[in-house]
């Protein structure tokens, strides 16, 4: 519980909560890119 505190109430904690948003909204971005470059064959 103190961690989810400490994420949520601390300078530290807030960026490291917005640099795991930011990686997950690439990683879903570089998959969908992926796919949809592997599913354009022409």
């Given at each position: 519980?103190k961690?989810?505190?400490d ?7 807030l960026?490291?909560?917005a ?10 971005f ?8 592997m599913?354009?064959?022409?």
């Open positions: 519980m961690m989810l505190i994420l949520f109430s601390t300078d530290y904690g960026m490291s909560l640099v795991i948003v930011i990686m997950l909204l690439m990683a879903a570089f998959l969908r890119m992926f796919l949809h470059k599913n354009n064959n022409e």
